[in-house]
């Protein structure tokens, strides 16, 4: 995502506007934060203690899952700061072009008590490789992009919502653990998690405390007319 230097907070506050919200930017390398027994651990404890499973998106009923997914996300984030819901249109739009580069695998539904809780949808980071293709895609770019997937290394956590009649039951955490280790199965190294809101405290707390490093922070700016 597009971002700008630090020096235009001076000048955007220079015009009469002031910060609304700020939402935040995290990584988690690998290599150097394996999760611990504790977390393993507390993450087990806490899919017994509610009755929660996980199963990842079954592509040969993409069709429903959409649906139900999409039920899910305007419930979800209903109540968040700036949402306005997804029509059927626009979500199903979406959701075709997030078919193209998401892996199966990775795309995680919840459930508690049998009853669909929750989403997660990391995708793999393309911009390693459109980098390389000089903004082209014909030709010979497309080739780049469908041989190139494998060699992918990062992730970025695009969707991860949780059902409001279902919060506070721990499943961020374990959507959280299961794609970490699924994802390194897969050889990921790294995995950016964005954008989280600044008031989104049990979210910013977890990660902090599992030694997410916040390395960018997107600024809403607001100004009375």
Not at 67 to 82: F, P, T, V
Not at 85 to 107: S, Y
Not at 202 to 209: G, Q, R, T
Request: one cysteine or more; charged letters at 25%; proline letters at 4%.
């Amino acid at each position: 995502m597009g971002y700008n230097p630090p020096y235009y907070n001076d000048l955007i506050a220079g015009e009469g506007y002031e910060k609304e919200r700020d939402l935040f930017c995290y990584r988690l390398e690998a290599a150097t934060l394996p999760l611990s027994e504790k977390v393993l651990r507390v993450a087990e404890i806490t899919k017994k203690r509610h009755n929660i499973t996980t199963r990842p998106i079954d592509m040969k009923k993409f069709d429903a899952e959409v649906d139900l997914i999409r039920g899910l996300y305007n419930s979800a984030w209903e109540k968040n700061w700036g949402f306005v819901p997804w029509t059927k249109n626009e979500f199903d739009h979406m959701a075709i072009d997030l078919k193209m580069i998401a892996i199966p695998d990775l795309v995680l539904l919840a459930y508690v008590d049998d009853k669909f809780a929750g989403i997660s949808i990391p995708l793999p980071d393309i911009n390693q490789i459109l980098v390389k293709m000089n903004g082209r895609l014909f030709p010979f770019g497309i080739i780049k992009l469908l041989t190139g997937r494998k060699k992918i290394t990062s992730l970025r956590m695009a969707i991860l919502g949780v059902g409001k009649e279902f919060h506070n039951k721990g499943i961020d955490a374990i959507f959280t653990v299961e794609t970490y280790k699924r994802a390194v199965e897969l050889g990921f190294k790294e995995a950016e998690l964005s954008w989280i809101l600044e008031t989104n405290y049990p979210l910013v707390n977890m990660l902090e405390s599992w030694g997410a490093i916040r390395y960018r922070a997107y600024r809403v700016y607001s100004k009375k007319l």
